[in-house]
C-alpha cells in the first residue's frame, strides 16, 4: 500500500461526512494543541519518524518519553492468516507512525453501518514521534510442548535459546514471554496506546493480548543529543548506555550480521525485556551514602564515585584512604560495566512504571527494561547472570515478567512487511 | 513553614555537595529540557499552579495531562500524629507544587548517613502545572464497623452519606474507599508520580497506600481555553462539562457553601471517583453509526445528533422523518443531560487509563472518572442512578471502582494545612 502523506489533522478535515460544519481542516487539525495552556507545540516533539528503513525504528531512535508494550499469543493455526496479518499490521503501522489513522477510510469517515478503520481517540494528534517496532518470540517458531507450529522451527536462530532462570528471579509466567511484541514508544500516551490498540483490533481473531505494559518515563537516554533522565530510585539512568552516534560500538553490539544467521535476522535485533519492581518504599529509607555506593554515583550529578562529572571515565581500580575500592565490589555500575562483562554493551530504552499498589500499602512500582543486542547469550545472559549474584542493588529490586524477542531488520518500503524474510 | 521560591532547577545548583563540576545550576536545570529533540519548553505548560488559595487547586484549574490519585488507609489510631503527618503534608505539597524538593534539604544535598527527604526523581523537572488535592472519606470519621476513630464523627457532613449500590457495578473493594485521597495532576507523569511517593514516604507508619491509579490522557475540559479532548471510546469527552468560566453555575452547584453545613467543608467540594472499564474489543466492533446514536453525538466533530458543530445546543425533543427523537431514548448524552437530572451539573476531570491487559486477550482499559460537586446526593447520586438504569453505553462499560471524598477548603497560607477545619 502506498502511504498517502496525509496526517490525522488533514485526513479529519478530508473526512467530510461526520465533521459538517467544522470550520476548516485547521480548527479541528489544531485541536487539543490549540491553547497555550495546553501541549506544547515542540515540532520536534510531535514529528513523525520515518517507519521504512533498512533497520527497524525504536531502536536507535532518541528514546521517547512514553511506552505501550504489548505481547500477542497467536491463535490461529493457519501459516497464511498470521501472514495476512502481519501485512495488515505493517500497512497500519506505516499510517500510524505517519500520523494517520490506523486504515484508509479512517476513524469517522466510513459508513453508518460498518465499524471505523480507526478507534479515533488519536484524531488531532500529531505523530508524537511514534515509533512500532515488532519482534518474535521463541514460542512463535516451537510452542510450549515442541511443536513446529508454523514450519518455522529451522528458521529459529540459535541466539533465541530461552533464557535462564536467573539467581532470585520471580517470573510470573503470565506475564512473561508471547509469540509476537510490539513495542510502540511516543511522545503522547494517547498515540502509544491509539497504536496497539489498533494492531489490537485488526489482529482480532489471530492473536489475542498476552499482556501489555505502560511506561511514563524512559530511563535511558539512546542518543548523545538527550539528557540522562532518572529511575524511581531518583538516579540518573543510561548514562553509560550504549548511544546512536557510537557506530563503531553499534556496529559490533547492537546489529545482528549476515554472518551470525540466520539470514532473515541479519540487521534485525535482539530485545530482552524485564519488568523490574523496586522496592521503592525501602529504598527511601535508605541513607544517601548507601544509596550512592549501591549505585556507584552521587545522586545529584551522576558521576561515577571519585569522579567530578557524569560523563568521567569510571575508575574501577581507584582506591579510597583506606585501602578499600573508590566504586565498591558489589556497586551496580561495577557490575554492569562493559569492563566486568568481557566488553559486552547493551542499548537500553526502558521505561519508569507506576501499576496502582500492591494491595500491601505500597506503590507497585519500577523499571521495565528493555534492551536491544546482538545476541543475548552474550550480552544480556552473561551481565544478568553477573547482576543476578553480585548487585548490591538487588536487595531493592525483584523481576517479575520476562521475554525474549527476535526484532528483524526494517520495513523496506510499501511491499515490505513484518517478518517477509522469517516467512519467505 | 515559610515557603522559600527555589525551584528545583535552582535548588540542585545550591546544593552543592555531590554536583561538584558541574557548569553551574542552569546546566542542572535545563537537564532533559534542554534539547530539541526532548521534551517541549511551553512555559505555560510546565510553570508553577498557586498551591495557596480560597479553594484548592486542582478542581477548576485547567484539567492538566496526566493523573497520579492515590488513596490512602489510615494506620495510626493517634490523632495528633495523623494532624502532624497532614501539617507535614501540606508543607511538603507547597513545595512540591511549586517545584521544589518535597523537604527543605532536598534530594541529594543531605548528610550521607540519613535518608534524604526528597526521592529525587523529578530533580531538573519544571513545576509542570502540579496540582495536589486532598479528600477525606466516609471512613476517616466512622470505620466500618461504625466506631468514632478520631472524635470526628459529629464532623461528618450529610453529604457524605455512602453511595447506594446502582444496578449494574461489580465494584471491587479493594481498588475502593479509603481515609484519605489525594488527587495529583500534572503535565508530566513523572512530576505527579514523585509527589504521590513523596506523600506516601512523609506518610510512612501513619497512612499506607490503598490504591493508586494513574491516568494519561485527560478526558474533560474544565476551562472554555481548553479544547475538549476524546476518550477511549474514540468520541470526545466533556463537551458540556461545567467550565471554571461558568461563574454561576460553579456557585450553584460545585463549591460548598457556608448554609450547607458542616463550617469546615464551606468553599470545599464532594468528589466522587469511579474506576470505569470499557468493553473496547467490543466498543470497536460496533458499527459507526450505532457508536453515534448511543453516545448522541458524532465522532468527528462531537455535535449532538442533529446539530452542526460541537458546541451547538443540544436538542433533546427533535425527531426525525419517522417521528423518533433525534437523541435517541437511550443515548448517554440525553441521560446524562441536565434537563434530563433536576439541572445538576457535575465538574468532571477523568482521566484515561491502560492498566496492562485482564489475562482474556483484551486491554484493560477505560476511564477513571472524577467529578466534583456540591452536594453528591443531589448531583452524582440521582444522575447516575438515571445512567446506570437507561444509559446505551452500559453494555460497553463495568465500574470496577468507587470513592467518595470531602475535599475541604483551599489552604490559605503558610499557617494553615490540609484539614485544619475539620480537625480545629
Known amino acids: 500500500m502506498a502511504e498517502k502523506k496525509v496526517s490525522r489533522r488533514r485526513a479529519i478535515g478530508l473526512a467530510g461526512a461526520g465533521v459538517a460544519g467544522v470550520v476548516g481542516a485547521s480548527a479541528v487539525g489544531a485541536s487539543i494543541l490549540a491553547d497555550k495552556s495546553e501541549k506544547p507545540t515542540d515540532t520536534t516533539f510531535s514529528d513523525a519518524i520515518a ?54 477510510i479512517g476513524a469517522t469517515a466510513g459508513i453508518l453501518e460498518a465499524p471505523p478503520d480507526d478507534t479515533g481517540e488519536a484524531i488531532g494528534l500529531p505523530p ?15 510452542d510450549s510442548s515442541g511443536k513446529d507450529r508454523f514450519g518455522l522451527a ?36 494517547q498515540v502509544a496506546v491509539h497504536a496497539i490498540r489498533n494492531l489490537a483490533r485488526i489482529g482480532m481473531g489471530v492473536v489475542s493480548v498476552r499482556w501489555s505494559q505502560l511506561g511514563f518515563g524512559r530511563t535511558s537516554s539512546t542518543s548523545t543529543s538527550q539528557a540522562t533522565p532518572r529511575n524511581l530510585f531518583g538516579f540518573k539512568d543510561g548514562t553509560a548506555n550504549l548511544k546512536a552516534e557510537e557506530t563503531d560500538l553499534i556496529k559490533e553490539h547492537l546489529w545482528v550480521r549476515p554472518e551470525d544467521g540466520p539470514d532473515w535476522m541479519a540487521g534485525g535485533s535482539y530485545a530482552v525485556t524485564r519488568k523490574i519492581r523496586m522496592m521503592i518504599e525501602t529504598w527511601d529509607r535508605s541513607p544517601l551514602g548507601d544509596q550512592e555506593n549501591i549505585i556507584g554515583r552521587t545522586k545529584g550529578e551522576g558521576a561515577a564515585l571519585g569522579q567530578a562529572k557524569e560523563f568521567d571515565e569510571i575508575d574501577l581500580v581507584a582506591k579510597n584512604g583506606d585501602g578499600d575500592p573508590l566504586i565498591p565490589v558489589d556497586a551496580h555500575v561495577r557490575i554492569a560495566h562493559p569492563d566486568t562483562n568481557n566488553g559486552a554493551h547493551l542499548l537500553r530504552r526502558g521505561y519508569n512504571f507506576v501499576d496502582g499498589s500492591d494491595g500491601l500499602g505500597r506503590l507497585n512500582a519500577g523499571l521495565f527494561f528493555i534492551a536491544y543486542q546482538r545476541d543475548p547469550r552474550t550480552h544480556f545472559v552473561p551481565i544478568q547472570t553477573n547482576l ?5 542493588m538487588n536487595e531493592y529490586t525483584r523481576h517479575v515478567s520476562s521475554g525474549l524477542w527476535a526484532c528483524p531488520p526494517g520495513v523496506t518500503g510499501p511491499d515490505d512487511f513484518w517478518g517477509r524474510g522469517l516467512f519467505a
Open 51 to 104: 517507519f521504512h528503513g533498512a533497520t527497524q525504528a525504536g531502536i536507535v531512535t532518541p528514546a521517547q518519553d512514553r511506552l505501550h508494550f504489548v505481547a500477542f499469543d497467536v491463535l490461529t493455526k493457519d501459516r497464511d492468516q498470521l501472514v495476512q496479518m502481519l501485512k495488515d499490521w505493517t500497512a497500519a503501522a506505516a499510517r500510524m507512525t505517519a500520523g494517520q489513522d490506523a486504515g484508509p
Open 128 to 142: 508524537s514521534g511514534l515509533t512500532l517496532t515488532v519482534g518474535f518470540g521463541p514460542t512463535l517458531f516451537r
Open 154 to 189: 529451522a528458521r529459529k536462530p540459535a541466539a533465541l535459546a530461552d533464557l535462564p532462570h536467573f539467581p532470585g528471579d520471580t517470573i510470573d509466567p503470565a506475564i512473561s514471554g508471547g509469540d509476537i511484541c510490539v513495542q510502540a514508544c511516543a511522545n503522547d500516551p
Open 388 to 392: 543476578a549474584r553480585h548487585d548490591a
